[in-house]
């Protein structure tokens, strides 16, 4: 066994498939949000580290968790910027003072917020002012970048560590040419045409300040997706079927993509939705939700 000797990360074992698992090893431990994504927690199962989750947010819980785990392991916090269901934001300050406290590194996955957060659109680190703080930044360009495949930023010797270490890197085939290109257009529109970030925010705002007027419980989102709360499955599919037929297109999400007793309508927003759109949506959640009782 190898020991990746790189900027702190001595103590991670060489252990391979994609950067969870390129990073972490059998004698490591992987510390995630309970509510991180589910490519994260396959991640964790793919890499043979231990893992150990916190409750969703609470950085006391986080501290408690660390503080327990032995001096010696390697150990890596690997959080969502942006939870994909709920909309809220990682702590990213705190989680890398823990990280500090107690020698750990941070992977964020940005997939949620790189092109949405931050002055240039560089996701929740730069919203927080800690794009040098973090170890490692991931995003797919499946959200914001309307395309397919993925990148990861950080130390230029752990990407190249990654590029030799990650089996799904090696073993797979690249991204296509179509979608790369569809990608780098995507880059060049999130780097020069900010307007469209800050229609976006206002559009969050507006939508989640109304939703919340007419009666419906939004939990803590600070982004662009803005979950219904239902909480109860029947009456969200009721509702669901209820906007489709409207012709408002939204999401469904119950157990397990999120606890049993917070079934939701996942609504996202987009800056090219117009005043009238928005308008719409809201006359379909104001109709819906009183003709089944929720609001
Ligand atoms: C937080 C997060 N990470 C990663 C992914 C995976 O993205 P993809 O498989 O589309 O590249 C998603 C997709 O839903 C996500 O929400």
Redesign the pocket.
């Known amino acids: 066994m190898k020991t990746f000797n790189i900027k702190g990360f001595e103590s991670f074992t060489l252990k391979t498939f994609d950067i969870t698992d390129a990073i972490a090893g059998r004698n490591d431990v992987i510390i995630i949000d309970r509510m991180d994504?589910a490519?994260?927690v396959d991640a964790t199962r793919l890499s043979y580290a231990n893992v150990t989750k916190y409750k969703h947010n609470d950085m006391k819980d986080l501290d408690e968790k660390l503080s327990r785990l032995p001096e010696n392991k390697g150990k890596f916090i690997v959080v969502?910027g942006v939870f994909?269901m709920e909309g809220d934001l990682s702590n990213i300050p705190e989680i890398v003072k823990l990280a500090k406290k107690y020698n750990a590194r941070v992977m964020v996955?940005d997939?949620?917020s790189i092109g949405i957060l931050g002055k240039n659109g560089r996701g929740t680190c730069e919203h927080f002012n800690m794009l040098e703080e973090v170890d490692l930044i991931m995003t797919?360009?499946?959200?914001a970048f309307a395309s397919?495949?993925?990148f990861v930023v950080g130390d230029h010797k752990i990407i190249q560590y990654i590029k030799h270490a990650a089996r799904s890197l090696i073993f797979s085939a690249s991204i296509t040419p179509p979608a790369l290109g569809a990608a780098n257009k995507a880059l060049e529109i999130i780097q020069n045409e900010p307007w469209r970030r800050e229609r976006l925010w206002e559009i969050s705002k507006t939508m989640n300040k109304k939703l919340i007027s007419m009666g419906y419980h939004t939990g803590n989102t600070e982004t662009p997706i803005i979950p219904v709360f239902i909480g109860n499955d029947e009456k969200t599919f009721m509702l669901w079927k209820f906007l489709r037929d409207f012709g408002i297109f939204c999401n469904p999400v119950i157990a397990p993509a999120v606890p049993p007793e917070d079934a939701m309508i996942r609504t996202s927003f987009s800056a090219t939705h117009t005043d009238e759109d928005l308008d719409f949506v809201l006359k379909g959640f104001y109709e819906g939700g009183k003709a089944i009782g929720i609001i």
């Open positions: 994504h490519s994260i969502d994909s996955d997939a949620h797919t360009f499946s959200k397919l495949g993925g």
